[in-house]
């Protein structure tokens, strides 16, 4: 099992920058890939980044050039730097982890850019 914790989110102004940070409860080594998603009101969840532990990413074309994912292997924690932010990213982000045959979920952080 695996424990997510997700910080970082808040109210920021179009173009500005945020980072989201995700720290996982057991070694990132073991996990199969960490990402973020997001859900705004009355959409789907959707993938934003994500990254394998081959190093492999996979970003929105949304997000691209724009959002950047990274890890710290020695805290257990996963990045999402978020830079030139639109009002259209404004959703709840959630931190999400590979682990086995389950994908685990955090509680999730707000994050709302306004115009």
């Known amino acids: 099992q695996v424990q997510l914790v997700e910080s970082g989110g808040g109210l920021v102004q179009a173009g500005g920058s945020l980072r989201l940070s995700c720290a996982a409860s057991?070694?990132?080594?073991?996990?199969?890939?960490m990402g973020w998603y997001r859900q705004a009101p009355g959409k789907q969840r959707e993938l934003v980044a994500e990254?394998?532990?081959?190093?492999?990413?996979n970003y929105s074309d949304s997000v691209k050039g724009r959002f950047t994912i990274s890890r710290d292997n020695a805290e257990n924690t996963i990045y999402l730097q978020m830079n030139s932010l639109k009002p259209e990213d404004t959703a709840v982000y959630y931190c999400?982890?590979?682990?086995?045959?389950?994908?685990?979920w955090g509680q999730g952080t707000q994050v709302t850019v306004s115009s």
């Open positions: 999400s982890a590979e682990y086995g045959k389950f994908r685990y």
């Open positions: 057991r070694t990132i080594f073991s996990i199969n890939a």
């Open positions: 990254l394998a532990n081959s190093d492999r990413t």
